[in-house]
């Protein structure tokens, strides 16, 4: 059930309201894009951001949890950032102005901002309704982005990377992919930024032609400070098959959504996630799939690790349409307890209404296996690096899933870096 009565606008969302006031004359877009900001701060104003009375936000209070929001800063410039794998073609928003493009074979590249100005075609601010906090802060606020287009039966001969990069203040940016029928493609999505305050939001739209094989592999390193929210829209169209990896190595209050429908026969999706959540960071994970045609598959497996004070959360939400017999959808969430403070909360959920499909959940929360861990430290090993040994070999079996030794390199390269601080 949701339900949220009114309540008095905080210090947060009274800020969200008067930032678009002083900055929406600077925003792109014709008539209709203005209206629909008008129309999504209206309902932040009216609704507030939600709190644990709204379903979907039952784990991620956002009211209380986000308690400030900083100042636009229109001067800001972040770091470059090396390509996860070399060689990738990049797409760079630095502070949500287009940084670099690079030219790649199969793939046309517009601008977002110009697109809004333009009225083209499919693309538009939508957002999923009142409770939607990030589609509507997204909606209300975001400036460019990538209209990226992989012809149909293009196959690129390197990985593209759109980076979202920031250094400090807001940055709202949205991405709209279109994989062509039959296409093969590689996309890296990261979300990066240094140690200053920062409300980041992104929005990707996505949808998978008919037969169209990719992968969409979202790495967030935010820094300490960050607030990143973030949604990909998903949909799959007939016998299309997709990827969907998604890597939260830092950030202080993370909200990463997906929301997926399955429109086609014969279409897959693979969801994998890894989170590793460290100090009193809060990291949430939400996945709404819909299997809304018959003969269709899809498996998500969640693995996360969590210490300190920390908390993490998965909600995942499969829902199986009357006609859509046949399908098979699996979906697991296991967690790492490293201390007492640290907490996960996971909720997955099965919605069917056709009777002839093969549907199951599946979820733990354990802490390290103490005999797999006095094995290891009685062969002269120490309890730190032996502690990282299993960790590192409980979310090492969804990575290597991957098959690309580069990219694993680069992730457990990542998680090393974490264990050196957390593990």
Known sequence: MTVQSKLPLTAAETTLVETFGEQFSYLPGNAEMVSHRDRAVQALKES????????????????????????????????????????????????????TTEAVDGITVA????????????????????????????????????????EDGAEPDRPIELQSLHDGGQVHTRNIVTVGADAKVTLFDRQAGSDK?????????????????????????????????????VTLEENAKLTVFVVNLSGQLVRQEINADVVGEGADLTFRAINLIGGNAHCDITLSLGHLVPNTTSTEVVRSVVTDSAQGVFQGQIRVDRIAQKTDAQMACNTLLLSDDAGFSTKPELEIFADDVVCAHGATVAEIDHNSLFYLMARGISEKTARGLLIKAFVAEIIEELDDNTLVEALEMRIDKWLEAYG
């Open 48 to 99: 507030g951001l939600p709190t644990r009375k709204v379903e979907a936000w039952h784990y991620t209070d956002l009211r209380r949890l986000l308690t400030s929001i900083p100042s636009h800063d229109d001067g800001a410039v972040a770091d470059d950032l090396e390509c996860l794998v070399e060689g990738s073609a990049r797409l760079v928003l630095n502070n949500g102005k287009i940084a």
């Open 111 to 150: 601008s977002v901002a110009d697109a809004l100005r333009a009225e083209v075609s499919g693309v538009t601010l939508s957002d999923h309704g009142r409770f939607d906090a990030v589609g509507l802060i997204n909606s209300a606020f975001v400036a460019n982005g990538f209209v990226l287009k992989v």
């Open 197 to 233: 305050s920062v409300l980041a939001s992104n929005v990707t739209e996505l949808v998978v032609r008919k037969g169209g094989d990719a992968k969409w592999i979202c790495v967030q390193e935010q820094g300490g400070e960050a607030t990143h929210l973030g949604q990909l829209n």
